[in-house]
């Protein structure tokens, strides 16, 4: 066993007390987020088996996928708080200790690259009109993950088993190391959060700055502008919501880097919000969710039946799938699913979730004005 600093035992009474909040919502984001990533990753399967567009139309639902396991990852790496309570000690070097520094450090790391990534994927798409293709879709994913194990690896590769130890109220980068802290996490975590805000504040000033100009033309009462506004909302949420919870914790590293100790009483506060991460994201994704796909145009009952494909699709529309069905044309429009038969010919008819899977299909020719604008916006005048 590490001496003080880098064990500990016994527990102070104080936070072993603490803990005990810490594991409680850590196990509340495990158990929901778990819940939600098993629904989603049922519905993907049974999807992909019935829809040939469901993968590239919901390009958001994969991202905020990623996001619920890097945050199942990190409520995991806080569960083993319970580990800690029923012995009364934090010790090192343990399997345990090494288990939840490792969860913590990927879970923080991952999220954070995750909720950028939304960010600029909102952006390509209403700032450029541009979407990525399924393969890039991968590869954006598959790289992050890479990036997520390598800062985690590094560590412990060149350091062994002295590099996760007992820090603040649980297991993680030893004390010893301050600058591998700065450099495999905390500038990362940094360059993620003034990245995201930086993006969404941009989109809504640009939003804000051309509806208020007069030369085009532009309401906020237009079905289509109040649609993309409200998508550029609720993607923002995550973000919001991963700038605060993670902020005290990091902000409490970095005070403690400059020689100045805060209470234990500060880091199991701040644990205990930033182990909401997961469960915060489930109430999000549910809310949009279902807000969103109630906005979108109704599929009937003999669309949901029909295989038959769309007679005309949409060009240069903004295809925010699962975000509200968007279009630059103004007259009447079907939802029409992009549809086949399975081997084992059963399909699932709830077109309720994920969000709506469909193409826009003219029901008449348009009968109304449409301003496509320069840098990705579409506008329908109403």
């Not at 995550?238 to 409490?252: D, F, K, M, N, R």
Request: aromatic share 14%; with cysteine.
């Amino acid at each position: 066993m590490f001496p003080h600093p880098y064990s500990i035992d016994p527990m102070p009474q104080g936070m072993r007390e603490g803990l005990i909040g810490v594991a409680i919502f850590a196990t509340f984001s495990a158990l929901s987020t778990l819940v939600l990533i098993a629904l989603i990753a049922h519905r993907l399967y049974t999807w992909r088996h019935c829809y040939r567009q469901y993968i590239q139309a919901n390009q958001y639902v994969l991202f905020i996928l990623n996001l619920l396991i890097a945050d199942f990852q990190q409520a995991l790496a806080f569960m083993i708080s319970w580990h800690w309570i029923g012995l009364d000690k934090i010790i090192a070097p343990t399997t345990a200790c090494f288990t939840q520094a490792w969860f913590l450090h990927i879970g923080d790391v991952a999220s954070g690259a995750f909720v950028l990534a939304i960010a600029v994927h909102t952006l390509c798409l209403i700032r450029f009109d541009y979407k990525l293709s399924f393969n890039g879709l991968i590869l954006s994913i598959v790289s992050i993950w890479i990036f997520a194990i390598v800062m985690t690896n590094i560590g412990p590769i060149i350091h062994k088993l002295g590099f996760f130890t007992f820090a603040g109220a649980w297991c993680w980068i030893s004390p010893k190391y301050e600058p591998e802290r700065l450099f495999l996490h905390y500038l990362w975590i940094f360059i993620d959060q003034a990245s995201t805000l930086g993006i969404y504040l941009y989109l809504f000033r640009r939003m804000r700055t051309r509806l208020h100009d007069p030369k085009l033309g532009l309401s906020f009462q237009s079905a289509t502008t109040k649609s993309l506004w409200r998508a550029t909302w609720y993607m923002f949420l995550y973000a919001g919501a991963y700038l605060v919870l993670t902020s005290p914790l990091a902000i409490g590293r970095m005070i403690a880097m400059s020689g100045y100790t805060l209470p234990d009483t500060y880091y199991l506060v701040a644990g205990c919000v930033m182990t909401s991460c997961g469960w915060v994201d489930v109430l999000m994704y549910t809310y949009t969710h279902r807000t969103l796909v109630s906005s979108a145009p109704e599929v009937s009952e003999q669309q949901r039946r029909s295989a038959s494909p769309p007679r005309r699709v949409v060009k240069n529309s903004i295809e925010m799938h699962g975000l509200g069905l968007e279009t630059n044309i103004t007259g009447p429009v079907s939802a029409v699913p992009a549809k086949y038969h399975p081997k084992d010919g059963r399909c699932p008819e709830d077109l309720t979730f994920p969000p709506t899977i469909a193409r826009h299909t003219l029901g008449t020719e348009p009968t109304g004005d449409t301003h496509r604008h320069e840098g990705g916006f579409d506008f329908a005048l109403r």
